[in-house]
């Protein structure tokens, strides 16, 4: 991508209503642009982090045997009068009339039309396990939008729904997402501590918060140290195997958020210098509810002895665009963002010195179209900014490589090649370009 075909709108100034860093960078670097409470436009290179983050949590849920589906944004309003709900929900709910003054909602999460979906497809336990899920918008006309993206009123969310005809089979479809989230969370970079959590609106009793730690974040945590060091699982996991033993790894040790805390607990079955108080962003979440819509609604199915059993059920969300915000949080520097290369806009930035000497845009094109044709993902800033004004550009929206040519390089055939991760810069041959980066970014992407 040509750099001045693409749009960057980046700001020099710090946005003053931005408090925290991931909010100010996104706005800096280009990414997002406010349209009104808690509401954002994705802007070319803020959509290509989102994209890529949603690309890696619809492989890990693909891999965990969820099937992917799409649900509109809109729902009838009747739909949560049967289970309860639209009088439940409250100010968060979005509520709309049509033109014949039908009751329609803005969807904030979706139980509701999933079950009504399954009750109309599925008759016999015989037809079960099923997972299905979308990635969606959703809106939550939340008190206190905040953070940018971290807490919108629109965010895009990825929620997978579990149907299963008894509690134990239920207890492997939580099980799987569980592996399936550690796995996600760790291909983009970041670590993930499962937490027993409130289910607030959604309901249910078993539930368990994906908390990536960070001062900025909004929930405050309590756990065993020992969880920070914990793999995730790799990559030859089974989901058709016993998955138990990963689950009673990770919940072993004390994990919870403020809303199920327990301070004598955690004191007695955590060592003093273990303790970690900590604050958290939540990227994901996780429920069991059992029959909770499924009898309400009616969703049942056939069981083994013949007789009608209402689903039981589970619904598991990640929190795709607030994942961007977290991802800044835990990556960034003075200078701008460090994205991973599993997540980052574009692999490399190139950067002419001096567009218009032919023998720069020689070497540019050169190794721009080699770059491209082995696959990695370039930016291109052939724009007449002068130098500094590009470096800064380049360290602001934080692509994990750069290459630097000029004319004075190239005189002695050398080219810079910079790391964002560490500012570690090598110079090589022109020839020798190409091949290393595909290298490098091949090997940065390769996940276990
Ligand atoms: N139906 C369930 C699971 S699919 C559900 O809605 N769960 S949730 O309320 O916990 O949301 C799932 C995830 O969406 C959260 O873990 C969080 O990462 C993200 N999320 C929730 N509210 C917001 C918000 N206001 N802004 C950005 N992300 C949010």
Request: proline share 4%; with cysteine.
């Amino acid at each position: 991508m040509r750099l001045s075909r693409f749009y960057l709108p980046v700001l020099k100034e710090t946005p003053s209503d931005a408090q925290i860093v991931s909010h100010q960078l996104m706005l800096r670097a280009g990414m997002v642009r406010q349209q009104g409470a808690g509401i954002y436009a994705w802007l070319p290179l803020g959509f290509r982090v989102l994209k890529k983050i949603e690309q890696i949590v619809r492989e890990e849920q693909d891999r965990a045997g969820a099937v992917e589906m799409l649900m509109p944004t809109i729902q009838p309003a009747d739909l949560w009068r049967e289970s309860g709900r639209y009088d439940a929900y409250g100010k968060e709910m979005l509520r709309i009339k049509d033109r014949a003054d039908r009751e329609m909602l803005f969807g904030p999460t979706n139980e509701e039309m999933i079950t009504e979906i399954f009750r109309a497809g599925v008759r016999s336990y015989k037809d079960l396990p099923k997972m299905l899920y979308h990635i969606q918008w959703k809106f939550r006309d939340e008190i206190r939008p905040r953070f940018g993206v971290m807490r919108g009123r629109e965010f895009l969310m990825k929620d997978t729904y579990s149907f299963d005809v008894d509690e134990a089979a239920a207890r492997r479809s939580y099980n799987k997402m569980f592996v399936a989230y550690l796995r996600t969370f760790a291909r983009m970079g970041l670590r993930s501590i499962p937490m027993r959590a409130d289910t607030g609106p959604i309901g249910g009793d078993l539930s368990h918060e994906f908390i990536v730690l960070a001062d900025t974040g909004e929930s405050a945590v309590f756990c065993d140290r020992g969880l920070i060091d914990m793999e995730s699982p790799g990559k030859d996991v089974d989901f058709e195997g016993d998955l138990q033993p990963i689950i009673d790894q990770f919940t072993s040790l004390y994990a919870a958020t403020e809303e199920k805390h327990d301070a004598a607990e955690f004191e007695t079955s955590v060592a003093t210098g273990d303790r970690l108080e900590a604050r958290g962003i939540e990227v994901g979440h996780i429920f069991f509810f059992g029959d909770k819509y499924s009898t309400a609604m009616k969703a049942l199915v056939a069981g083994p002895e013949g007789k009608d059993v209402p689903v039981q059920m589970g619904s598991y969300g990640v929190g795709v665009s607030r994942l961007t915000g977290a991802l800044i949080e835990a990556y960034h520097d003075d200078a701008g963002c460090k994205w991973p290369m599993a997540v980052a806009p574009f692999h490399v930035g190139l950067i002419s010195l001096r567009p218009g000497d032919a023998a720069t845009d020689k070497a540019c094109a050169a190794i721009y179209d080699g770059l491209e044709a082995a696959g990695v993902e370039v930016l291109y800033d052939e724009t007449r900014a002068r130098p500094g004004e590009k470096f800064a550009r380049m360290d602001l929206i934080g692509l994990p490589y750069q290459v630097v040519i000029g004319p004075r390089g190239l005189e002695n055939d050398e080219i810079e090649v910079k790391r964002r991760a560490d500012g570690e810069r090598q110079t090589m041959q022109a020839e020798k370009v190409v091949e290393h980066i595909a290298a490098v970014v091949k090997a940065e992407l390769r996940y276990s």
